[in-house]
């Protein structure tokens, strides 16, 4: 009797010794795998920073030749160096020293903001003399072509970043143009017109920043000359004379706008056309002709 629970205790410490050389095997062959996957990011972390090193490199060599500044030209070379010294101790440095590697990709991101400032820097002396104006142009187009891996790694990004900005514009819709006489009445002939009430609706945009918002009005006779220009906007990247403006309270949902614009200059038939401009764009347009 004693033989057999032996034995049964015997089998049963030898299997659960299986089962743990089996468990410690599994986890060492995980920890093997997680290890692997590890080196293979950091590896490819590195390789990353290695080619972006070697473009910083390509940069300040360009900035260089760009410029005539002896001080600004000691800094630059000086600058130059510290990437060297980095790439260099990158180039040492093993796949599998993940702690080395992070401190490198924090002294990568000081490197880019450095040499930003400095390519600003190489930019506001040349516009004050046309021909090294002339030499910056071809700086920034090999500037542009030795950064167009790295471009190409943000494009996605930044057509996300404009279909966002463009569906939080406003819009205007439903634009309509009302030529009155002193009474306020439908004027029928031009020379009865002492004003236009211009009517329109801004869209329901969920998108759209809230708060107080600046919408101008701009009406265009038939000559193509701002009716009764009072002060000017910003459109765009330029500034356009305007008729009328408004203030609205915009909350995100639809509201129907007038605006009036007095006519205090000869206008004479045909068509007047206006447009709604807010946040430097146009959100709506719309005319009427007026024959007589």
């Known amino acids: 009797m004693n033989k ?43 390789r990353e920073m290695e080619n972006e090193y070697k473009e910083f490199a390509l940069q300040y060599d360009e900035l260089k030749r760009s410029i005539r500044n002896d001080s600004l030209l000691q800094r630059l070379t000086e600058e130059e160096q510290k990437v060297s010294d980095l790439r260099e101790e990158l180039r040492r440095t093993k796949s599998n020293d993940a702690r080395e590697i992070q401190r490198l990709k924090k002294e990568l991101a000081t490197v880019r903001a450095v040499l930003r400032s400095y390519v600003l ?55 309509s143009i009302l030529p009155q006489n002193k009474r306020g ?58 008729s009328a403006q408004r203030v609205i309270e915009y909350t995100g949902e639809e509201q129907r706008v007038t605006v009036y614009v007095p006519v205090n200059e000869y206008i004479g038939a045909g068509t007047f ?11 709506g347009s719309g005319s009427i002709t007026i024959d007589k």
């Open 273 to 283: 056309r206006v447009q709604i401009i807010a946040d430097k764009h146009l959100i």
């Open 185 to 242: 009445k439908d004027a029928k002939r031009v020379k009865d017109i002492t004003r236009f009430t211009v009517a329109f609706t801004i869209s329901k945009n969920i998108t759209a920043q809230t708060g107080e918002r600046h919408v101008y009005v701009r009406l265009l006779k038939p000559n193509g000359e701002v009716l009764s220009q009072q002060g000017s906007a910003a459109f765009e990247n330029t500034s356009v004379g305007i």
């Open 4 to 46: 057999k629970v032996f034995a049964i205790g015997a089998a049963v410490l030898g299997a659960l010794l299986i089962a743990g050389l089996v468990y410690l095997g599994l986890n060492l062959r995980q920890e093997r795998q997680e290890k692997a996957e590890l080196e293979a990011l950091a590896a490819m972390d590195k």
């Open 121 to 175: 820097q190489v930019d506001s002396l040349n516009r004050l003399n046309e021909s090294l104006h002339r030499e910056n142009e071809a700086v920034r187009q090999q500037y542009q072509a030795a950064t167009e891996q790295v471009s190409a790694l943000n494009s996605e990004k930044q057509n996300l970043t404009e279909k966002v900005a463009i569906a939080a514009q406003l819009d205007a819709t439903a634009v």
